[in-house]
């Protein structure tokens, strides 16, 4: 399968994973009997410095191109090495599921490369995995 910027991994957490080779985690019941609180579901964008910007949805591309006329807004799911970012079209919603990258329309007439890949889940990964962690704690201490 070819490389894109979805396969390259990112963060991830469980709150006990046990011996088990199962992915899903396993809740202790002597640790909490509180569910745990899950982040909202909100579409994120990766402005081209690296900051994170959230919406909550509904939102369509069009409404983020807007604010960002220099740029063009690509899905993590259609980057792939030595391939032409896609663009998101204008009338399509953004989903929560996926990330997006606001990168400079200079960048649209080059193939990406191993290196432009690796800068972007960078980016990504240094802001946004410290933020969810963040966020994650402040609702599990209030729920507390």
Do not use: W
Request: aromatic share 6%; net charge neutral; charged share 20%.
């Amino acid at each position: 399968t070819p490389l894109s910027l979805s396969s390259m991994g990112g963060c991830s957490s469980t709150l006990n994973r046990g011996l088990s080779a199962s992915p899903t985690p396993r809740f202790s019941a002597k640790r909490s009997r509180k569910k745990p609180v899950l982040a909202p579901q909100v579409v994120r964008v990766i402005q081209p410095d690296g900051k994170v910007k959230e919406f909550n949805p509904p939102i369509c591309a069009a409404q983020i191109l807007s604010q960002n006329l220099d740029c063009i807004l690509c899905s993590s799911d259609s980057m792939f090495v030595d391939s032409y970012p896609e663009h998101v079209p204008e009338s399509e919603e953004l989903h929560p599921s996926h990330l997006y990258f606001l990168m400079p329309k200079s960048k649209a007439q080059m193939p990406l490369s191993l290196e432009d890949l690796c800068e972007l889940a960078i980016k990504a990964s240094s802001n946004i995995c410290i933020d969810d962690l963040r966020l994650s704690f402040r609702q599990y201490a209030a729920a507390a």
